[in-house]
Each structure stands twice: as C-alpha cells, then as structure tokens.
C-alpha cells in the first residue's frame, strides 16, 4: 500500500515540474484574444477638396467718407456743414452662400504631436450692399451769406467671389482622429462699388433755401478684383478612413479690414489623400 501511495505522489510532483514549465496562456492563443490598437501616421504631404456654406457680415459705416470729402472738397457746404462726417451707412449687409475649393499642406510628426502647414482656398459668392440717405439744413448763414439745404445719399456693394488662407495649424492623434487648431493669413477677391450724391439748395432764409431749384453733384467708384487683407482662425478635426483617405470637418472664421470692414464665418467637410 505504502509502495502504491509513494508511486502517486512521486508520478503528481513530475506532472507539476511539466506544467510549471509552459506559461499560463500560450502567446498564439494570447495574440488571438488581442486586437492591436492602430498607429495613424499624419507626417507627409497631403491634398484634398471640400465644400462648405457660410455668412457674411459687410459693414459699410463711413466707408464713403473720403469719396465725399474728395467731391466736396473746398465747398461751402463742406466746410460749414461737414458733410463728409455725416453718419451714412450705419449697420451691417449679411449674407449666406454655399461654397467650395480645396487645400493641401504638409504635415510634420513627433509622437502624438501634430504641426503643420496649410493652404485652404474656397470658391464664394458673398454679396452685400447698403444705401443710407440724410437731409439737413444749416441753422445759420454760412461763409457766402447763405442758408443751405443739403442731402446726401451714399450706396456701396461689395462681392467676394474668393478666399484663400495660409495658416499653420497643430493637432493631437487619438487613434484615427486628428483633432486641431490654426491661424494664419486670409486673403480674398471682392468688387467694389461706391457712389455719394449731394444736392444742394440755397437761399437767404431756410424757406428759401428749401423751396430754390437743386445742384447736384456725384461720384462713382468701382474696383474689380480688389485684393482684401485679413486673418484667419479655427478648428478642425481629420479621420483618416482607410488606406491614406482621411475625412475633414473644420470651421473657419476670417476677418477682413479695410474700407469695408468684413467678417467670414464657414463650416467646412472634405476628403483628402496624404501622400
């Protein structure tokens, strides 16, 4: 019996000795259980098209006062009733437009940090306008010895029909997605048209003045393919999809200054290839 027990036990230490030998899971049957996460790779160069809508926002306050001034240069009224200070186009013109273009840019990579820079261009059709008129009479006599009735209307339109920006962004992977920001230069195409009319009546009292036959006098400019200056800001997001395809949504806002001072506002979805 004693010799039947000691055989067991010693035939239960060796199959111990064997199993301790082999890990608790095999690695094929580990790896089998396991998906490995996928490592996107953004460095490099890329291109893609895209489409978008937008609003704009035109503000044509004072936008004609050098016009006026120029035309009214010297005058009496000019100088005694300041004219081109009257405050005409107060307020904005908005508009909302569909649109579409393109970028390409280059991308440089380290770890999970994503900088680059970019090129965007969208082809739009921003249209806005703005007409103000105001009528005033002097209260006193002016330099010639008499009373004036004066209105003036100014009109200006504008329309962008490109935009282009050259910004650097930067961005941090998370798993296929790109998340990121950016900044940069804005540049747009736009024509321009601004007018001022003013007549004048004049008389030696107020009710002569009002009831006299007018002079006119007018203005005109028109600027095609004036180059508009600004800055650019937003973010965005890329996907890459599969292969080297990637999906985009980005919102931009742009911020023209001149004359006629300008605001852009876009959302935008693409696809786009990097190389």
């Not at 013109?93 to 820079?117: H, I």
């Not at 050259?166 to 900044?183: D, E, K, Q, T």
Request: no cysteine; proline share 3%; hydrophobic share 40%.
């Amino acid at each position: 019996m004693r010799r039947i027990v000691l055989a067991m036990m010693m035939a239960g230490a060796v199959q111990g000795a064997q199993a301790a030998d082999y890990p608790e899971d095999p690695p094929v049957l580990r790896g089998m259980l396991r998906e490995s996460p996928r490592y996107v790779r953004w460095q490099g160069f890329y291109v893609g098209g895209q489409v978008g809508y937008g609003a704009s926002d035109m503000n044509f306050t004072g936008s004609n006062s050098a016009m006026t001034a120029r035309l009214l240069a010297n005058t009496v009224i000019e100088n005694g009733m300041q004219v081109s200070q009257w405050p005409l186009f107060i307020g904005k013109a908005s508009d909302k437009r569909s649109a579409f273009g393109g970028f390409a840019g280059y991308n440089s990579q380290w770890g999970d940090v994503v900088v680059g820079v970019e090129a965007s261009y969208l082809h739009v059709n921003f249209n806005g306008n703005s007409t103000a008129s105001a009528s005033r009479i002097s209260g006193a006599t002016l330099s010639d010895g008499n009373f004036h009735a004066v209105t003036a209307t100014s009109t200006g339109s504008m329309e962008i029909t490109d935009m282009g920006t050259i910004r650097g962004r930067a961005g941090y992977v998370y798993g296929n997605f790109l998340p990121y920001l950016f900044g940069g230069v804005a540049l747009g195409n736009a024509n321009i048209t601004r007018s001022v009319t003013v007549t004048d009546r004049w008389g030696l009292t107020q009710a002569d003045a009002l009831a006299a036959a007018p002079a006119t006098v007018s203005a005109k400019d028109t600027q095609g393919n004036h180059l508009l200056v600004g800055y650019s800001a937003g973010a965005g997001v890329d996907m890459m999809l599969f292969g080297n395809i990637f999906a985009r949504a980005e919102y931009e806002y742009v911020r023209f200054s001149g004359s006629i001072d300008t605001n852009v506002s876009t959302v935008r979805g693409g696809l786009g290839y990097k190389f």
